[in-house]
């Protein structure tokens, strides 16, 4: 795909992507081979606008897909039309737009709601912290989801998990990083608590929708990004005008949302929401298998030029010590993110001592 076509957005056309398949109004009724009634199956459109350009690979791709899911389990009844960003409301504005009934959800990552409630910045993930599976754990089990919904039903939200990166690149340098000192002044598009732990490593943190991302690193508005992984890094052509690719720490296991309005998701009926919550189950799945997959197959293609590179260990000693001083202060200024914190601290700590005698243990065992 060229990067052209990629990013090319506000081009298309302004309707929006519909979901295709065969429409079945009717449906007949059968107990003993007796046909007791035929009767018109209502019908349930929802609108869900995205944070991504129209089929964006693996994200949007990803939100097609579930909106297709859906309505070949509910039989046609549960039509979800998904509209690329830009085409109802601006990348950035889904939520508002959601939480103002102004559409019925949105797809996008929690992260980018820090500024409503620091809090969200958690959901959306932790810098050297979990990963994408530990984080789902967490989010089920270990009582993150809980603590989501009630924090969202303040701006009439239903939230639900709508997929995850997996393990993120730290992102594409023009410059190589020698050490600490490198990163004084550098603008970077970042966001999330990775955004504050950069910024308080002298990094000045700048947050842009995807679309915007390239043309800003190419004229020198940003001298540096980090985005998601080789698979879609290599789609938006950053490898063409940075040459320092560096391995990640601040994103380990990104989640994605797929989010409806609070009001409108309790009036749906109960086989709808069934079908809403196993199809998000399905994306998050499937989204995380093909990130593994196209980022391996991706990081064998990128040009030769490409340094692959790990940032020097003073940036992470400082990263750590910055970072427990972003939880502090944030902690301390807010006691929604003090909360969530504590639950998500609570699961690490019971999660680590399993994942070092299992997985981190059965790694360094096959490497």
């Not at 035929?38 to 909106?67: C, Q």
């Not at 960003?85 to 929690?110: C, N, R």
């Not at 196209?294 to 990128?302: F, I």
Request: net charge positive; aromatic share 12%; hydrophobic share 40%.
């Amino acid at each position: 795909m060229k990067r052209r076509d990629f990013l090319a957005t506000t081009a298309l056309s302004a309707s929006a992507f519909m979901i295709n398949g065969c429409h079945r109004p009717y449906e007949n009724e059968k107990d003993d081979n007796q046909t007791i009634s035929t009767r018109r199956r209502k019908k349930t459109i929802l609108k869900l606008a995205t944070s991504w350009p129209a089929h964006f690979p693996i994200m949007g791709t990803g939100v097609d897909r579930f909106a297709k899911l859906c309505y070949e389990m509910s039989g046609g009844t549960l039509e979800i039309k998904v509209y690329p960003k830009d085409i109802l409301v601006p990348a950035m504005e889904v939520f508002d737009a959601t939480s103002a009934a102004q559409i019925d959800a949105f797809h996008s990552g929690v992260y980018y709601w820090k500024g409503k409630n620091s809090a969200f910045s958690i959901f959306g993930g932790m810098p050297l912290g979990l990963t994408s599976e530990e984080m789902i754990t967490w989010l089920k089990f270990g009582g993150g989801y809980s603590l989501w919904q009630e924090l969202y039903e303040k701006f009439n939200l239903y939230p639900l998990i709508g997929g995850t990166t997996g393990p993120q690149m730290g992102g594409w340098f023009k410059k190589e990083i020698h050490s600490l000192s490198d990163l004084k002044g550098l603008k970077m598009r970042i966001p999330g608590l990775g955004g504050e732990v950069m910024q308080k490593l002298g990094v000045n943190p700048i947050l842009l929708p995807p679309g915007e991302i390239y043309t800003s690193l190419e004229r020198g508005t940003i001298d540096a990004t980090e985005w998601v992984g080789p698979a879609l890094d290599s789609m938006m052509g950053f490898a063409k005008i940075a040459r320092y690719y560096y391995t990640g720490w601040h994103e380990p296991g990104s989640i994605l949302e797929v989010t409806f309005n609070k009001i409108r998701w309790e009036k749906l009926s109960k086989e709808h929401k069934a079908i809403i919550t196993a199809a998000t189950e399905d994306m998050t799945g499937y989204m995380l298998q093909e990130f593994r997959y196209k980022n391996a197959k991706a990081l064998q293609q990128l040009p030769q030029q490409t340094k692959i590179k790990m940032f020097p260990n003073d940036i992470i000693e400082a990263a750590k010590i910055a970072l427990n001083e972003v939880l502090d202060k944030e902690a301390n200024a807010n006691n929604d993110f003090k909360r969530v914190l504590e639950s998500y601290q609570e699961f690490a700590k019971l999660n680590k001592k399993w994942d070092d005698i299992s997985t981190k243990n059965f790694l360094e065992i096959r490497d």
